[in-house]
């Protein structure tokens, strides 16, 4: 075989594995614009799903919840979050081996288990179960993801420029605020972008720390699977598709996430 | 940097470490405790109900056998799956890494990635769309044969396969594909310049050097598919029991935490074995 | 970030602060949720619901377990009606409060399993049959005994619900056993662990079962007597069935958690569910049978539940559920469980 027929070769296999990758999101995405409630065929054009959807109260509420939640996660994770990055990044504390591998247990350990045992303790400790409960989760779940983000672009950071800066005179905070975070600020973005995805589309901590009638969209897209539904849920998931693919492919041109570095 | 520390820079450090951790304490560590001390309870401290501390939950695991068999159910569910994903993933990072180039690849690589941001509980719904049977998957497959097909995957653990195969693939394409672009082609170029034979060149260099990767990538794959629930509640019908959905009852439906924590903390013990098993090559994969 | 702190609090503020939204913990699709019957409600009252499902009486306990304050009406199968008295989740009912309460049949009214210590804990609404519906594409002549779940003609196109207490109830009827006093547990067990194999999958809302019934999924599976006549009603090919070794007969009722800070919201809104405008307007939606003797008496004689439920030759057959002890209970569960895990 020439080298030739091998790359063609290559390139039609990665053909079918997108097709695999995407056909079954694309099928579900056309079933939102299909007439029958019980998704039976032949196809027949209607945008009734998407019309009882904008009217549907409980599903644009989980959406608008769920939107603001990460926003708020966002904005937690990402101060939190690059804070100690400048820290492991620029003081050698003793322990620093040990602090970074406690980052990994929350992306580690399945998030059944998280999710379960943050049932547990905050059940126990009276925060119980609710949106303020669903926002500790996430953002625990989400620091991890900033941190390491944010440290692969201080990696790139020249100290010498913190040097600079403090023997001319400047304070720490100033060093900080005026010479660091600027630089390494497309790392804080896409470390704020997958703050955002994380909390978005988080699933299981959501679905054992959420409250009645107060859930996140993905435990109301679950629960409606388990309990009946319609295409509505075709139709928020499609929405959902593309809003989550969008914050990535931002995520991807702040962070060069892949590309030719 | 270096160098002793400061007693001034010592608490900046901490000022600026403290909410992180303090964060991850409250919501990963103490709850992982709290857990901990459930597991070993006979009863939900819950209202005017009787409780006492007892070995009885991890007694159950040990004596019925149901739940032992239910995690081996599970630990091979995640072994299909990584391997599968592994088969059909290397290949596909082989050909990102090596085949195509400039422009293209970052689109493609994007393209691959993307969905692994998407909803999870949304691809898996896409599937129960495509497998039900007078779904797509059935219309397509009628179309194109001549004689009259039934095709109904769903309910099965071929649904789940699939379906868990989709949500994970990207894992370990991601991960062997970054440990393929870090392999230098020159060395390549070499190998071949000396006449060394295609098959030669992926067994003894490609393969080498990427395994750190690969490895990595089925960890990722391993660790959550063996806790999964919602993928076979959803696509498994009656043979969608795993370990994953017992707990899960535990905790819904049947209140019973206790059994359901000492199950999470079984299932604990057997992912951090495993993570510590593949801890040389994930610390490899990640530097 | 203060502010974003602050709006967040607002919302949450605002959120808490509509007093006069109810919450109704039921089936999906089971007459509580009706859009019809909800914006008649809030016309007549001013209050509005919303709604929360569960899949099972295990769910649904332990949902008013472990959400306190939630929910303002509960609908509970009489059979669990004293389990939830006991475990403090449900408070008794102020008669006074519900104006048609005197028109409600005082057999179901005075039913020992809604008056758990001495109280009435849950309003009679419903009550009809759990037991066979077929796919009339499948079945050119009706079949007459339970015994068709397990006809290997229709091995992976059988369904029923993941219930353990249904499960093994079910069995106990094709073993020709009592509902409520089974003996012979090995008979059960080896039952249903025939049964197995037949399923595709387990059914959980009447909205699950028409999507599977029409995709061809199920070919016979359990069902409710009212459920039946909705999706016949919704045009599916189906045929409600009362085989020879008899069907399990429940009552459902309405109760108030204990917890609910809207208890007259509550009140006002079961009145409304067992008044006979509103049973006479479900009906043609295919409803199970009524408690209220007004609205049973304005019912055409052709209503599925009259020529269903009115059939002397039926009622004879029905097994009515009672309360389960725990500990029967727990066995049931341990079986059901166990059996599922070993597929």
């Known amino acids: 075989m020439t080298h030739r027929t091998l790359a063609r070769l290559g390139r039609a296999y990665l053909g079918l594995i997108l097709v695999f990758l995407y056909a079954p999101i694309l099928v579900m995405a056309a079933m939102s614009f299909n007439a029958s409630a019980f998704y039976q065929l032949p196809f027949s054009f209607s945008t009734e799903w998407y019309q009882k959807l904008w009217h549907n109260r409980e599903i644009l509420a989980a959406a608008w919840r769920s939107v603001w939640i990460a926003c708020v996660v966002t904005v937690l994770a990402t101060a939190t979050g690059t804070a100690a990055s400048i820290a492991l990044y620029r003081h050698d504390i003793p322990g620093k081996r040990l602090l970074q591998a406690l980052l990994f247990p929350p992306i580690a350990i399945p998030w059944l288990i998280t999710g379960t045992a943050m049932l547990i303790f905050f059940f126990g400790i009276g925060i119980d179960r609710g949106t303020p409960a669903v926002i500790l989760g996430h953002v625990a779940l989400a620091l991890p993801y900033v941190i390491v983000v944010v440290t692969a672009r201080l990696a790139t950071f020249d100290p010498a420029l913190e040097e600079a800066a403090r023997s001319l005179g400047a304070r720490p905070w100033t060093v900080t605020m005026r010479v660091t975070v600027p630089w390494i600020l497309p790392g804080i973005v896409a470390g704020g972008l997958f703050a955002f995805a994380v909390s978005f589309d988080q699933f299981v901590v959501s679905y054992f720390l959420s409250e009645p009638g107060d859930t996140t969209l993905p435990v109301l897209i679950y629960t409606s699977i388990r309990k009946g539904f319609t295409p509505e849920i075709n139709a928020v998931s499609t929405v959902i598709i593309a809003v989550s693919m969008g914050v990535m492919l931002l995520a991807a041109r702040y962070s060069k996430f892949g590309g030719d570095r | 940097m270096g ?163 989709h949500s994970y693939l990207p894992y370990v394409i991601l991960t062997s594909y970054l440990a393929l672009q870090a392999i230098d082609d020159s060395l390549i170029e070499a190998a071949r310049a000396l006449g060394a034979p295609r098959r030669t060149i992926l067994m003894r260099i490609i393969l080498p050097l990427a395994a750190p990767g690969i490895v990595a990538g089925a960890v990722l794959i391993f660790v959550p598919v063996v806790g999964s629930f919602m993928e076979p509640r959803l696509l498994g019908g009656r043979l969608g029991t795993y370990y994953g959905t017992v707990i899960e009852d535990q905790f819904v439906a049947v209140f019973n935490w206790p059994l359901g924590a000492a199950l999470s903390f079984i299932l604990l013990a057997v992912v951090l074995a495993i993570l510590a098993a593949a801890s040389p090559a994930l610390r490899r994969a990640l530097r | 970030m203060r502010k974003l702190l602050l709006t967040s609090a607002l919302i949450l503020a605002a959120q808490g602060a509509s007093a006069d939204e109810i919450r109704v913990l039921n089936w999906q699709g089971y007459g509580t949720d009706l859009d019809w019957a909800l914006a008649a409600f809030t016309e007549q ?285 727990e066995a049931y569960l341990k079986l059901w469980q166990d059996l599922k895990a070993a597929q």
Request: proline share 5%; charged share 15%.
């Open chain 2, 3 to 165: 160098g002793s520390l400061a007693r001034k820079d010592r608490t900046r450090a901490a000022l600026l470490l403290a909410p992180a951790y303090l964060w991850l304490t409250l919501a990963v560590f103490l709850p992982l405790s709290a857990m901990a001390f459930f597991s070993l309870l006979s009863d939900v401290p819950f209202g005017d109900r009787e409780w006492h501390v007892t070995l009885d939950n991890y007694r159950a695991f040990l004596e019925t056998g149901t739940y032992a068999a239910l995690l081996w159910k599970s630990v091979k569910l995640g072994v299909t799956v990584t391997a599968l994903s592994v088969l059909a993933g290397f290949p596909c990072a082989l050909v990102l890494a090596k085949v195509i180039r400039g422009r293209a690849r970052e689109a493609m690589f994007l393209l691959v990635i993307l969905p692994f941001w998407s909803n999870s509980l949304v691809r898996i719904f896409s599937w129960a769309i495509v497998l039900r049977g007078n779904g797509v998957l059935s219309a397509a497959i009628d179309a194109v044969l001549p004689w009259d097909v039934r095709v109904n995957l769903m309910f099965s653990p071929t649904a789940i396969v699939i379906g868990l195969v």
């Open chain 3, 45 to 329: 009252t001013g209050h509005t619901v919303v709604h929360e499902y569960f899949t099972s009486e295990q769910e649904m306990l332990t949902k008013l377990r472990t959400n306190p304050g939630a929910y303002d009406v509960v609908l509970i199968n009489s059979a669990y009606t004293a389990q939830a008295q006991a475990e403090g989740l449900i408070a008794p009912i102020d008669t006074a409060k519900i104006t048609n309460f005197a028109d409600l049949d005082p057999g179901l009214t005075g039913n020992a399993d809604l008056n758990p210590a001495g109280a009435l804990h849950g309003v009679p609404w419903t009550w009809g049959l759990t037991s066979i519906a077929v796919n009339t594409n499948d079945f050119a002549e009706l079949p007459t005994s339970l015994s068709v779940l397990w006809d290997p003609a229709w091995t992976g196109r059988v369904s029923i619900r993941d219930d353990g207490l249904e499960a093994v109830q079910f069995a106990a009827m094709a073993t020709g056993q009592n509902i409520n006093a089974i003996t012979d547990m090995e008979a059960v067990k080896e039952k249903l662990a025939a049964l197995m194999p037949q399923i595709t999958t387990f059914w959980s809302s009447e909205n699950d079962w028409n999507q599977f019934m029409s995709a061809g999924d199920f070919a016979v599976a359990t069902y409710w007597s009212g459920s039946a006549a909705r999706s016949q009603a919704a045009g599916l090919p189906v045929a409600f069935v009362v085989p020879e070794e008899g069907a399990i007969g429940w009552l459902d009722g309405l109760s108030i958690p204990a917890s609910s800070t809207h208890q007259d919201a509550a009140h006002a809104f079961i009145d409304w569910m067992v008044d006979p405008e509103f049973y006479v307007k479900w009906e043609p939606d295919g409803a199970p049978a009524t408690s209220n003797t007004k609205a049973a008496a304005a019912l055409p004689e052709t209503s599925f539940n009259r020529a269903v439920l009115g059939d002397p030759a039926v009622v004879a057959k029905v097994q009515f559920m009672q309360p389960v002890s725990d500990a029967d209970r």
